[in-house]
Nanobody, 126 residues
Framework: QVQLVESGGALVQTGASLRLSCAAS????????MGWFRQAPGKEREFVAT????????DYADSVKGRFTISRDSAQNTLYLQMDSLKPEDTAVYYC???????????????????RGQGTQVTVSS
């Protein structure tokens, strides 16, 4: 069993930066694709960024491309999301998730992921 715990969410102003962390426990995630997703009030959960098990490939939603960076630290068994130039429309609960490594890219649908965190709130004020 894997537990994923997100942290780093906060209330910030437009243009600020935040780094979210997702700490995994229970097993190593060396051979798992990882992803970040978010859900804003009244909206469906959406894909933000994914990274393959070996870190070779990363994918981003168009809305965050060039502002967000996904990374992973195998030694720490932790996933990160560096968020720069934050906008009010980035306000959401952010979730991390883990999927067994297969194929050349990580899935971009939250429901496909085997393990999912409980989320951390990010609020960007204008």
């Amino acid at each position: 069993q894997v537990q994923l715990v997100e942290s780093g969410g906060a209330l910030v102003q437009t243009g600020a930066s935040l780094r979210l962390s997702c700490a995994a426990s229970g097993r190593t995630l060396d051979f798992w694709h990882m992803g970040w997703f978010r859900q804003a009030p009244g909206k469906e959960r959406e894909f933000v960024a994914t990274i393959t098990w070996n870190g070779v490939r990363t994918d981003y939603a168009d809305s965050v491309k060039g502002r967000f960076t996904i990374s992973r630290d195998s030694a720490q068994n932790t996933l990160y999301l560096q968020m720069d130039s934050l906008k009010p429309e980035d306000t959401a609960v952010y979730y991390c998730a883990a999927h067994p490594a297969s194929g050349w890219a990580a899935p971009q649908t939250f429901s496909e992921y085997e393990y999912r965190g409980q989320g951390t709130q990010v609020t960007v004020s204008s």
